[in-house]
């Protein structure tokens, strides 16, 4: 397993935004394709967005497409996620996680998770 640590949350206005790191604990980080969740109070965890291991592949969720970017730096073991044009909807606990494949949706086939970073967009 890796060790993930997110950073970047906050408390945010509609149309702002934010930056979100994630930092794994690892000597092989290019053998982990890397996604963003986020989970609202109430409601499922859903995967927001995926990168695969080069990063060269990206996939996003319709509701974010177009207003969030997903990248990573494999020489300091780092991804990010760039969200603008936040959005009230977009608030939920924003958690990193890592996969060997590429692209999974579903929460279940991630080995490691992060503790979770809050994200709330004000409107």
């Known amino acids: 397993q890796v060790q993930l640590v997110e950073s970047g949350g906050g408390l945010v206005q509609a149309g702002d935004s934010l930056r979100l790191s994630c930092v794994a604990s690892?000597?092989?980080?290019?053998?982990?394709?890397m996604a963003w969740f986020r989970q609202a109070p109430g409601k499922e965890r859903e995967i927001v967005a995926a990168?695969?291991?080069?990063?060269?592949?990206?996939y996003y969720t319709d509701s974010v497409k177009g207003r969030f970017s997903f990248s990573r730096d494999n020489s300091k073991n780092t991804v990010y996620l760039q969200m603008n044009s936040l959005k009230p909807e977009d608030t939920a606990v924003y958690y990193c996680?890592?996969?060997?494949?590429?692209?999974?949706?579903?929460?279940?086939?991630?080995?490691?998770w992060g503790q979770g970073t809050q994200v709330t967009v004000s409107s």
């Open positions: 996680a890592a996969a060997y494949s590429f692209p999974v949706l579903t929460p279940s086939f991630y080995s490691s």
């Open positions: 690892t000597r092989t980080f290019t053998t982990y394709a």
């Open positions: 990168i695969s291991r080069s990063g060269g592949d990206t």
